[in-house]
Nanobody
Framework: QVQLVESGGGLVQAGGSLRLSCAAS????????MGWYRQAPRKQRELVAA???????NYADSVKGRFTISRDNAKNTVYLQMNSLKPEDTAVYYC?????????????WGQGTQVTVSS
């Protein structure tokens, strides 16, 4: 019914930048909220950034001032601009949408995209 497709991951040097994208397709009545999560090796998945339907945002302390989340409602897309990347940012990044659709309110996840930051 709803599918999220991520892109933009890759390998960069410390101090570099990447821009992640996540686009939803399918029958969507409304997207309530969007977020980015990451899971590093041997660590629990954690919330990186989120943006609500009211456009308020919140960030993990570790990325404040370096990452920016934004959304394009016309494209059903969320972005994560990552600047001043550090090796500790290395992880698989997942987007998450809360979507009102045919089946009501459902939670959807992207397939994950690898971000690797070398020192």
């Amino acid at each position: 019914q709803v599918q999220l497709v991520e892109s933009g991951g890759g390998l960069v040097q410390a101090g570099g930048s990447l821009r992640l994208s996540c686009a939803a397709s399918g029958i969507i009545f409304r997207i309530n909220a969007m977020g980015w999560y990451r899971q590093a090796p041997r660590k629990q998945r954690e919330l990186v950034a989120a943006i609500t339907s009211g456009t308020s945002t919140n960030y993990a302390d570790s990325v404040k001032g370096r990452f920016t989340i934004s959304r394009d409602n016309a494209k059903n897309t969320v972005y994560l601009q990552m600047n001043s990347l550090k090796p500790e940012d290395t992880a698989v990044y997942y987007c998450n949408f809360e979507v009102y659709g045919v089946a009501g309110l459902k939670d959807y996840w992207g397939q994950g995209t690898q971000v690797t930051v070398s020192s």
